[in-house]
C-alpha cells in the first residue's frame, strides 16, 4: 500500500543542492516564479574551483527576484536567491545570518552542500525545506537527512529525470523524502509552499 503523501506546511527558508546539470535544472525550477515572492532560497552549486562565478550575474537577468552571492555574516532575507561563493562553504547560523569558511572539501567539495543543509537544519528545524537535485556525487544526501531528522520538508528530483542521477539516488538510499519529483512538479512545490508562507 503506498504511504500517502503528506500535507504541504509553512517554511521560512529553502535550500537546495545540486551539481553535474544544475545550471539547466535551476533554471528550470526558478522559471516564472511569482511575485510577489516571499522565500529566501539559498544554493550551493558544484563548479569548477575558480575565484569568480557568474551565476548571480546570469540567474538576475533571468528572475524577477533579487539574486547575490552569500556574505559572510549578512542576514538570510526573504524573497532572494543566494548562491555560495565558489571556493567557500556557506553555512547559516542559528542566527539566520550566512557564514563562510575556508575548510577542506567535503565529499571532494567546496562549498559543500551537507555543510549548507546541516547548519540551515540546526537553524530553522521544521521550518525549513530541503530540496537535492541532478548532481555527480553523494553531497548533499546526508544533509537531507539531517534536514528531515529537524522536522523539515525533504524533496529530491526524480532519478529518471535527472542529467546525473548519482546524487539522487544517494539521498534515495539514506532517506525517503517526502516528496520525489521531476523539475516541473519541484517548481510547482516551491509555488505552493512560497503561497502558504504568505497567508
Not at 546541516?118 to 539531517?146: H, M, V
Request: aromatic share 4%.
Amino acid at each position: 500500500m503506498k504511504t500517502p503523501t503528506p500535507p504541504l506546511r509553512r517554511v521560512d527558508a529553502v535550500v537546495i543542492g545540486t551539481s553535474a546539470g544544475g545550471v539547466d535544472a535551476l533554471a528550470t525550477l526558478l522559471r516564472d516564479l511569482p511575485l510577489p515572492w516571499h522565500l529566501p532560497l539559498v544554493v550551493v552549486i558544484h563548479l569548477p574551483q575558480r575565484r569568480d562565478s557568474r551565476l548571480a550575474d546570469v540567474f538576475r537577468q533571468r528572475l524577477p527576484i533579487p539574486v547575490q552571492e552569500a556574505e559572510d555574516k549578512a542576514p538570510v532575507a526573504g524573497g532572494t536567491l543566494y548562491f555560495a561563493p565558489p571556493s567557500y562553504h556557506l553555512s547559516i547560523e542559528r542566527e539566520r545570518v550566512f557564514s563562510l569558511s575556508c575548510e577542506p572539501p567535503v565529499l571532494w567539495s567546496r562549498p559543500s552542500i551537507d555543510l549548507l543543509m546541516q547548519s540551515a537544519a540546526d537553524a530553522y528545524g521544521p521550518t525549513l525545506a530541503g530540496l537535492l537535485l541532478t548532481g555527480a556525487n553523494p553531497d548533499g544526501a546526508e544533509g537531507l537527512r539531517r534536514i528531515q531528522q529537524a522536522g523539515g520538508l525533504t524533496a529530491v528530483q526524480d532519478p529518471a529525470e535527472a542529467e546525473v542521477d548519482t546524487m539522487p539516488r544517494a539521498a534515495l538510499a539514506l532517506l525517503t523524502p517526502d516528496r520525489i519529483l521531476p523539475l516541473r512538479g519541484l517548481h510547482t512545490l516551491l509555488v505552493e509552499l512560497n503561497a502558504l508562507h504568505a497567508d
